[in-house]
């Protein structure tokens, strides 16, 4: 019965801050868009430390922080796995997200709730526990400058325990509605187990980590985003597009090279578009995309078609799309040319 008691608990809690959130966004919601206009102005992208991975918070005042992973496996395989904090007035929830698939199919799935106490993190170094239990450790080698990061979950129905191995140079940038985009592991080399249905399999491939902090109701003026990120042999490219309203978008690209550093594209030089739309949750959704790049460095050309497709309601009101896409196109950095060919992930989220 206590069990019972409790899991009613934290639904009505998840309840009453999912509407308080919406009101506290509405709240904000200014009579003209010229808070809007300020993010035609894009700020440009730092270096990164493990700090910035580490937990931000803002005190007592509203906020959502999420860390993400996801990756490409070798075996037909992949997986994306995060973990959110939301605070509403010193009182908040922790949840947890896996979902694995196969050859883009949902063959698993697990989103776990708990209480803000539940949930103890540094502030100094990428370290997140949830009930004791440790789901993230990331640390930095300095002998060949790579961030690793552990990261391990248990669910129900199974478990994955793997490592990150960055290949790639991080960066972070602050968007104009004050919150911060880290990307940590643009691109990594993933070995670790996963467990389902009590078999545990070996797995190897590729894959990405991000981090968002300081997000607080001003991210509700945009009508949504997408994101996402497509390879060639030596180069990768971490993509987004803020649509500021359902017709309107910032765009935001940058260039990574493997072992090396980074290069961002001016958003006045960087062409998105969306195609082939269908209803879907009744939203029309677009099942094709296109990104492209001139530059006095960077000539690109990417198509993006999607081969699956999963979708989650979060908070009652947020619909979110994850994409799985074949990419396809030719990227040229400082005139050497490479084929962009394979499967990636992508997202599409909107608030309204």
């Known amino acids: 019965m206590r069990v019972n008691?409790?899991?009613?608990?934290?639904?009505?809690?998840?309840?009453?801050?999912?509407?308080?959130l919406f009101c506290v966004?509405?709240?904000?919601?200014?009579?003209?868009?010229?808070q809007i206009a300020h993010d035609n102005h894009m700020t440009s992208i730092e270096d990164i430390t493990l700090r910035d991975d580490a937990f931000h918070g803002r005190g007592?005042?509203?906020?959502?922080?999420?860390?993400y992973f996801d990756a490409k496996l070798n075996n037909g395989y992949s997986l994306v796995l995060g973990v959110q904090v939301l605070n509403i007035f010193a009182r908040g929830i922790v949840t947890t997200r896996l979902t694995l698939y196969q050859q883009g199919d949902v063959?698993?799935?697990?989103?776990?709730?708990?209480?803000?106490?539940?949930?103890?993190?540094?502030?100094d170094i990428p370290s997140v526990f949830v009930e004791g239990d440790q789901i993230i450790l990331g640390t930095y080698n300095s002998s060949n400058d790579r961030f690793v990061y552990n990261v391990t979950l248990k669910t129900p129905e199974g478990a994955i325990s793997l490592q990150f191995v960055g290949l790639t140079k991080g960066w972070k940038r602050q968007q104009q509605t004050g919150d911060w985009w880290a990307v940590v592991l643009p691109r990594a080399n993933v070995t670790g187990t996963i467990t389902r249905n009590d078999v545990t399999m070996n797995v190897a491939g590729t894959g990405y980590h991000d981090h968002n902090w300081g997000i607080g109701p001003r991210i509700a003026l945009h009508f949504g985003?997408?994101?996402?990120?497509?390879?060639?042999?030596?180069?990768t490219v971490t993509w987004a597009e803020i649509r500021t309203t359902r017709m309107t978008g910032v765009p935001i690209m940058v260039v990574n090279t493997l072992e090396e550093g980074y290069l961002e594209i001016p958003s006045e030089a960087i062409w998105f578009s969306t195609d082939n739309?269908?209803?879907?949750?009744?939203?029309?959704?677009?099942?094709?995309?296109n990104i492209e790049t001139v530059t006095e460095h960077v000539f690109l050309v990417i198509d993006m078609e999607v081969i699956y497709v999963d979708h989650?309601?979060?908070?009652?009101?947020?619909?979110?799309?994850?994409?799985?896409?074949?990419?396809?196109?030719?990227?040229?950095?400082?005139g050497h040319m490479e084929t962009v060919e394979g499967i990636s992930i992508m997202e599409y989220l909107r608030f309204r």
């Open 312 to 334: 989650t309601e979060m908070l009652g009101f947020i619909n979110y799309w994850r994409y799985h896409v074949r990419c396809t196109g030719t990227i040229v950095v400082d």
């Open 5 to 20: 008691d409790a899991m009613t608990s934290m639904r009505r809690m998840v309840g009453i801050l999912s509407v308080v």
């Open 60 to 67: 007592a005042l509203p906020f959502i922080e999420w860390w």
């Open 107 to 123: 063959i698993m799935k697990s989103y776990e709730k708990y209480f803000l106490r539940d949930f103890s993190a540094s502030a």
């Open 25 to 34: 966004l509405l709240s904000t919601l200014p009579t003209s868009g010229a």
């Open 225 to 235: 985003w997408f994101w996402g990120t497509c390879s060639s042999s030596t180069y």
């Open 277 to 289: 739309f269908s209803f879907d949750h009744f939203k029309r959704v677009p099942w094709f995309f």
